[in-house]
């Protein structure tokens, strides 16, 4: 598992982090919820997009890049 900031991506557009999501062939565990968008992030075109919705945030968000989908 790795962060946004271990792969130095953090402040990356969304599209960027998705299409380094696709080449690696990760699940993205997010609580960005841009990504809960079908419309922009249609099934199929991604391993899998979680978004997280958590009552209380404790901490600044960070989008986690997850090992091989599969």
């Given at each position: 598992m790795e962060t946004v900031y271990t792969e130095s991506l953090a402040g990356s557009r969304d599209s960027i982090l998705l299409d380094v999501c696709?080449?690696?062939?990760?699940i993205l565990i997010t609580l960005d919820l841009d990504f809960?968008?079908?419309?922009?992030?249609?099934?199929?075109?991604?391993?899998?997009?979680?978004?997280?919705?958590?009552?209380?945030?404790?901490?600044?968000?960070?989008?986690?890049?997850?090992?091989d989908g599969f």
């Open positions: 696709r080449l690696e062939k990760r809960a968008n079908m419309m922009n992030f249609p099934p199929g075109t991604h391993v899998g997009i979680v978004v997280l919705r958590l009552s209380k945030r404790g901490r600044q968000p960070q989008p986690l890049l997850c090992g």
